[in-house]
T-cell receptor, first 117, second 117 residues
Framework: DTGVSQDPRHKITKRGQNVTFRCDPI?????LYWYRQTLGQGPEFLTY????????KSRLLSDRFSAERPKGSFSTLEIQRTEQGDSAMYLC???????????????FGSGTQLSVL | AQTVTQSQPEMSVQEAETVTLSCTYD???????LFWYKQPPSRQMILVIR??????QNATENRFSVNFQKAAKSFSLKISDSQLGDTAMYFC??????????????FGQGTRLTINP
């Protein structure tokens, strides 16, 4: 079990640039989630995928944000025209769908820390 | 809307002592799940313990136990015989259903726990 992998671990960018993060979930996990965590706060839900379908998006996900999971495996989160307010840690989590009890446990990655200068 | 409140931003205890972290939540649902997650400096969110609201018995996991008071909407975490490795941010979370059986976590603001030698 290699766990949920996120890349890069850190990203520093200038305001106005585009950035893309990658998440590799645990193999065979159908569900994939993105969360955002700002300094001193708990994570906030951004979006959710069931296989390749994006089934839920938070109002936090403005039109500058786009997420994909093209083959139902890894996912990418892109932020266009970054703003200083986008500085945060972006966490990815995955879960299997074998049964309801297992569904309730999310496995988190170590996150990508974004700093927008 | 569901909200989760952790009123203790920071706590500090000596190694081997017992510590209790507080959490209150607000929901109109009758059946739900509550969680405590630990986030060490490595940043990965690690599930500590979970509680199903319809179960009267408080959950326990080794040195970790909860005091779940459904009527009061309170969900505190007790750590017994605390260890240096327990030093981390602790987040209380409420699980809210999404489409097609998926769920999202609503997190509190977190409590920074330091275990001193």
């Amino acid at each position: 079990d290699t766990g949920v992998s996120q890349d890069p671990r850190h990203k520093i960018t200038k305001r106005g640039q585009n950035v893309t993060f990658r998440c590799d979930p645990i193999s065979e996990h159908n569900r994939l989630y993105w969360y955002r965590q700002t300094l001193g706060q708990g994570p906030e839900f951004l979006t959710y995928f069931q296989n390749e379908a994006q089934l839920e998006k938070s109002r936090l996900l403005s039109d500058r944000f786009s997420a994909e999971r093209p083959k139902g495996s890894f996912s990418t989160l892109e932020i266009q025209r970054t703003e200083q307010g986008d500085s945060a840690m972006y966490l990815c989590a995955s879960s299997p769908t074998r049964d309801r009890a297992t569904n309730e446990k999310l496995f988190f990655g170590s996150g990508t820390q974004l700093s927008v200068l | 809307a569901q909200t989760v409140t952790q009123s203790q931003p920071e706590m500090s205890v000596q190694e081997a002592e017992t510590v209790t972290l507080s959490c209150t939540y607000d929901t109109s649902e009758s059946n739900y799940y509550l969680f405590w997650y630990k986030q060490p400096p490595s940043r990965q969110m690690i599930l500590v313990i979970r509680q199903e609201a319809y179960k009267q018995q408080n959950a326990t996991e080794n040195r970790f136990s909860v005091n779940f008071q459904k009527a009061a909407k309170s969900f505190s975490l007790k750590i017994s015989d605390s260890q240096l490795g327990d030093t981390a941010m602790y987040f209380c979370a409420f699980m809210k259903p999404l489409n097609q059986g998926a769920q999202k976590l609503v997190f509190g603001q977190g409590t920074r726990l330091t275990i001193n030698p």
